[in-house]
């Protein structure tokens, strides 16, 4: 799937070029394991590492309704696929290479499925236990993502 043109939608911010930039960094859990995607290496930030569903918090929906946003948009999970969503603690992730700062909003999302399709923006996923995961190339500040979590 080629990618496509951010053109933001009524009421939607574009984040591209700002210095702080709201998102969302969702951990899925099916049964005792978790899923990481690889990065298309045509996205704009962190090609090719491995991360969580991520997003900008870029619009007026509400952090759940992102969540299932994003989880159907990127994955192909319904809403009511979905068992669970908890948000982890709030932190910043200062970029200095792409002169951001994120302000990461940590989600475990715990799914009834782990039957997904991948949209343009991953080339590929796992279902691993969490040590597996830590031996990926990761999208830095990932691993604090775990961390708040509790994981």
Not at 8 to 30: E, F, M, S
Not at 62 to 88: D, F, M, S, W, Y
Request: proline letters at 7%; hydrophobic letters at 35%.
């Amino acid at each position: 799937m080629k990618k496509p043109k951010f053109k933001p939608k009524p009421g939607q911010i574009d984040y591209t070029n700002v210095r702080w930039a709201p998102v969302i960094n969702c951990v899925l859990k099916h049964n005792n394991k978790f899923l990481v995607v690889e990065r298309n290496k045509e996205l704009n930030f962190y090609p090719g590492y491995w991360n969580g569903i991520s997003g900008f918090l870029d619009d007026q929906r509400t952090l759940a309704e992102k969540v299932e946003g994003e989880i159907r948009e990127e994955l192909g999970i319904p809403k009511n696929k979905i068992k669970r969503i908890r948000l982890g603690e709030i932190f910043d992730q200062d970029e200095p290479k792409y002169k951001k700062t994120w302000i990461v909003h940590p989600v475990l999302v715990e799914v009834k499925t782990n039957k997904i399709k991948l949209d343009w923006e991953a080339k590929n996923y796992k279902w691993l236990p969490l040590q597996e995961i830590k031996k990926l190339k990761l999208l830095p500040g990932f691993n604090k993502v775990l961390k708040k979590l509790s994981l």
